[in-house]
């Protein structure tokens, strides 16, 4: 997988097409149905891994105490998305 940074949000490029992501620590979600188009030419001049643009935006995996099962679990510390919310007709 490919991702560029656009104005500091992802976006999945699979070399002739951009498409809107949603990236967490342990999650990644392409919207493979409606490529993005912009407004303006955007300029980018890096191509990223997912594990370099995970890194790049600060996302990585933390300790959290799992009060129910009395564990330390691994959980993601923040999602970055530029999946829009549509509205469910």
Same mark, same amino acid.
């Given at each position: 997988?490919?991702?560029?940074?656009?104005?500091?949000?992802?976006?999945?490029?699979?070399?002739?097409?951009?498409?809107?992501?949603?990236?967490?620590?342990?999650?990644?979600?392409?919207?493979? /149905?409606?490529? &993005?188009?912009? $407004?303006?030419?955007?300029?980018?001049?890096? %191509?990223?891994?997912? #594990?370099?643009?995970?890194?790049?935006?600060?996302?990585?995996?933390?300790?959290?105490?799992?009060?129910? /099962?009395?564990? &330390?679990?691994? $959980?993601?510390?923040?999602?970055?998305?530029? %999946?829009?919310?549509? #509205?469910?007709?």
């Amino acid at each position: 997988m490919a991702y560029i940074l656009v104005k500091d949000k992802p976006y999945y490029t699979n070399g002739s097409k951009v498409f809107a992501c949603s990236l967490s620590a342990d999650k990644v979600t392409v919207d493979f /149905n409606n490529p &993005v188009s912009f $407004k303006e030419e955007i300029e980018f001049n890096c %191509i990223y891994t997912e #594990d370099e643009i995970k890194r790049r935006l600060g996302i990585f995996l933390i300790d959290t105490w799992d009060g129910k /099962n009395q564990k &330390v679990v691994k $959980k993601t510390n923040k999602t970055i998305s530029t %999946i829009p919310k549509r #509205d469910k007709e």
